[in-house]
């Protein structure tokens, strides 16, 4: 590999590990503010936003300079893949938090839902989950990106447990329906937020995996070039 | 361009096609799964995915072998990442098909709900967004593409609307909470791929125009090549 190709694709994991940690920080402050009520962080992450589409358009573009300049193959171009679909999921990521502080100021303006919710356990696995994404990622590594993956059924399960509830509680208190419906989605939006890094996770697996399977095209392709 | 290049990007665009047409026929039997009642329509659904799931993978295998085989710059690269962002919208839309299929199920099989909701409207605008944005791809048409996102905001209203008349519909009747909670859930899944085509058509926008701002940049490569 060349010095140069070397050090762009070095500069583009520093520059998705910057935009992870963006991400990440939305994530922790939307939860608070759900959490804590707090209506100010919650203004953060709408603001924050932004930031975080610049750097997604950034980082693609960076990508397409590195392939255009150096015409990577194997393994570094499978990396440039991956990176640019983990950015459009980060970006993602990022809108759904923007989605939960704005449930988040609803309900923070409004009497709090007497019903027992498990948020912060299922809060604690979706960090979890996205952290464990990117760590995989980072450190090509299949055995944590695997326990990601097994924990999606943990948060699927806390979201549907979070639906009975939601439910069985409108039905006894009709006056609370648009609160509860509000959690809903901010449930709904964990569990997404969670699939997403599911989904980092599986393209990690295929990319560190998926080099076995390269073998027989690279050579396929030395031949032709 | 050569040969061997052309071939495989008009081959890469039918596949594309192809899987759009696989996507646009879901949504249209989970759509109509819905309105009819009808079980097995949705059962169709649900069977159809694993092989919408398989020509994603194939779509992205051969996205990569183009970039390893042929190496191309500027408006053919450009193609490639937005047909791979294109493939991955595509698949996500067929799961939110999925998703609308296993709730008309539910809803089928229960009593329906005295509630006036204008799915038909919404339905016609999603489908009408889906086909407009695949055809502003392979027409790199940003008109169409542009129509496309005006469109996003009428199905935003729709959605809104729907959740108010169907929190009305709760609080009156709370013995409807469970099937009108999965009539929210569908209204969403229907404005989420609102959202996709839009990404979609946001690509299209992306790739046409950003060849104008990529000038600069291929004169720059050629220089260094």
Not at 55 to 73: D, G, R, S, T, Y
């Amino acid at each position: 590999m060349s010095k140069h190709l070397q050090r762009d694709l070095d500069h583009l994991k520093d520059e998705l590990l910057a935009m992870g940690s963006m991400v990440e920080s939305a994530i922790n402050k939307a939860i608070a503010a759900l959490i804590e009520r707090n209506v100010e962080l919650a203004e953060e992450v709408l603001e924050g936003d932004t930031q975080i589409n610049l750097k997604e358009n950034q980082i693609e573009e960076e990508c397409l300079k590195i392939l255009a300049l150096h015409q990577p193959v194997a393994a570094d171009l499978r990396f440039i893949i991956v990176a640019l679909k983990v950015n459009n999921d980060l970006e993602r990521i990022a809108d759904l938090a923007t989605n939960i502080a704005e449930r988040s100021t609803y309900l923070s303006t409004h009497e709090n839902l007497d019903a027992t919710l498990d948020f912060s356990k299922m809060t604690e696995d979706v960090r979890d989950m996205v952290q464990g994404s990117l760590d995989s990622l980072v450190d090509q590594d299949t055995t944590l990106a695997q326990s990601v993956l097994s924990k999606d059924d943990d948060v699927d399960s806390i979201n549907r447990k979070m639906f009975q509830t939601l439910q069985i509680h409108m039905k006894n208190k009709p006056e609370t329906v648009e609160r509860a419906v509000q959690l809903l989605s901010v449930s709904r939006y964990l569990e997404r937020i969670a699939d997403l890094a599911t989904n980092i996770a599986e393209d990690v697996i295929f990319m560190v995996e998926g080099e076995l399977i390269r073998h027989h095209f690279t050579s396929h392709h030395k031949e032709e070039s």
